[in-house]
């Protein structure tokens, strides 16, 4: 059954989509373009599934590829695969698209079909990122996904949403720069854009540093890791329900999986030399930023800063070069993925009623929206650390690989559980808990059944991988394991 272009599908089909939502074209036929888009990111999700259910997890090598001519004079291709590092992203990004088509419902009102389009269209460049086995074509999807998030984060964003926009679209573009200049360098001394032909290339530590610092100003700035990380808090503020939702849950991964794909097995030696640095700028992001959240006022920063210390124990995790470490940050890329989606979705849900993301507006929504309340709950508690939540699985993976690796540095990685439950249960307290704040308040109504099954799915996701996260880590077990052999393995 290999030979389907799942991959290709996955990527083209909610393009296909996008563009002929777009074509639609306008408000008078709002329902259907909600149907058709909400039809395109089902197909979407269904051709990937095959991907999990077909893939063999007993070795490391790429499948489900696909490699046609493209650019024969530089020697790119549209060359496409997964392995166990990337075939879960690929996934995850399709399954959430499907809750930010959901969740845009009834709240958008105004270019209905823009909107859809743009998140269809960037659901598939987002896909075509982690599938890429080709230099120039990750690049170009990379460079890609900026342009449908720029536009949702400029249209339908807040009141500051044109600056917000810039801010993150000049952020990224010129961190990317020099990541082409490091592409191109390698072309030219390999011959050819095959990003497993450049794994085994022999280079100095010299053009390994290099080469490394290349891709970190790109990856570091798409994480967001400290100190370049500025721009994601603006952004989350100002974008929309569903621009913030795909934002943290996946558009953050792409740097980290660059890390995964690019930085560590292209220049080991580098990655070694380069890791106590790492290590810094991710303790940095864990301890810093957790206390920087904890005196947020707006809901929305507040969850956005947490993500920079979440994923900051993503490269905590990948810069120790322990199997435990490694599995643990690539499970906490996953859950992040559906609990940060789930946190923005919660308040957005508030939002959609309230019109405020201030924490003073609200207080005592218990009283009037105590389904809601529970859903709450069970994300903040999540984005906490709490066990039997997927939130839990990956950071007690990487702690674990950190206290074998240093102690202190266990310990210093540890504190995000304390730092994440004081800011999730303070923000929650004073939202949820007490009397009845205010008359909006006391007029709220609770969940609807579309935003129910929408958090109630995220709920199920959230308890299933963290009670029982093996198939998430059995399917990477061995892509890890062998990236760790080839790091090890010395160029010089």
């Avoid at 489900?64 to 549209?78: H, K, M």
């Avoid at 573009?173 to 592409?183: E, F, N, W």
């Avoid at 929309?240 to 030696?269: C, E, N, Q």
Wanted: hydrophobic content about 60%.
């Amino acid at each position: 059954m290999q030979n389907i272009p799942y991959l290709s599908l996955a990527i083209w089909l909610p393009i296909t989509f996008g563009v002929l939502i777009m074509a639609m074209g306008n408000d008078r036929n709002a329902a259907a373009v909600r149907g058709f888009a909400l039809l395109g990111a089902l197909l979407s999700f269904l051709v990937t599934l095959p991907l999990y259910f077909q893939f063999d997890a007993s070795t490391a090598v790429f499948q489900f590829t696909e490699n046609l001519p493209w650019i024969d004079a530089f020697g790119a291709s549209y060359h496409l695969g997964v392995d166990g590092l990337s075939v879960w992203f690929v996934i995850l990004t399709a399954l959430i698209t499907i809750f930010v088509v959901v969740a845009a419902w009834e709240v958008i009102k105004e270019r209905v079909a823009q909107y859809m389009a743009a998140f269809l269209i960037l659901s598939g460049l987002m896909i075509g990122v982690f599938a890429a086995l080709d230099g120039l074509l990750f690049y170009v999807f990379f460079e890609a996904t900026l342009i449908p998030m720029y536009v949702i984060v400029g249209v339908w964003g807040g009141a500051n949403r044109v600056y917000a926009a810039f801010k993150f679209f000049l952020y990224t573009l010129l961190g990317s720069l020099l990541t082409l200049v490091a592409i191109i360098y390698l072309q030219l001394q390999s011959g050819t854009f095959d990003i497993a032909t450049w794994h085994s290339l022999p280079l100095d530590m010299t053009e390994q540093v290099l080469i490394f610092c290349a891709f970190l100003l790109a990856f570091a700035v798409k994480v967001p890791m400290w100190p370049v990380h500025t721009w994601l808090p603006d952004a989350h503020v100002e974008a929309p329900t569903g621009g913030s939702v795909v934002l943290a849950a996946i558009m953050l991964k792409l740097g980290a999986y660059g890390f995964l794909r690019f930085s560590l097995p292209i220049a080991p030696d580098a990655s070694h030399e380069m890791a106590s640095f790492m290590i810094v700028l991710s303790l940095v992001a864990v301890v810093y930023i957790g206390m920087v959240a904890l005196v947020q006022q707006d809901m929305k920063k507040l969850v956005a800063y947490s993500s920079i210390a979440h994923m900051g124990f993503v490269t905590l995790g990948f810069f120790m070069f322990q199997g435990l470490a490694m599995q643990g940050a690539i499970v906490q890329m996953i859950s992040h993925g559906f609990v940060s989606g789930a946190m923005f979705l919660c308040i957005g849900v508030l939002y959609d009623r309230v019109h405020s993301r201030e924490i003073s507006a609200y207080g005592g929504v218990v009283n009037t929206m105590p389904k809601f309340a529970a859903f709450f709950l069970l994300f903040a508690m999540a984005n906490a650390g709490l066990p039997a939540t997927s939130g839990f699985v990956g950071e007690f993976l990487v702690i674990l690989g950190a206290v074998q690796y240093n102690f202190w540095i266990g310990l210093l990685a540890a504190t995000t559980l304390i730092f994440g439950a004081a800011y999730s249960l303070w923000m929650y307290k004073r939202v949820v808990f007490g009397k009845v704040a205010n008359e909006q308040v006391a007029g709220l109504s609770d969940i609807n059944c579309r935003e129910f099954l929408m958090l109630g799915a995220l709920a199920v996701f959230v308890l299933a991988m963290g009670l029982y996260p093996k198939p998430f880590t059995d399917v990477m077990q061995v892509s890890v394991d062998a990236l760790l052999h080839h790091v090890a393995q010395s160029k010089l």
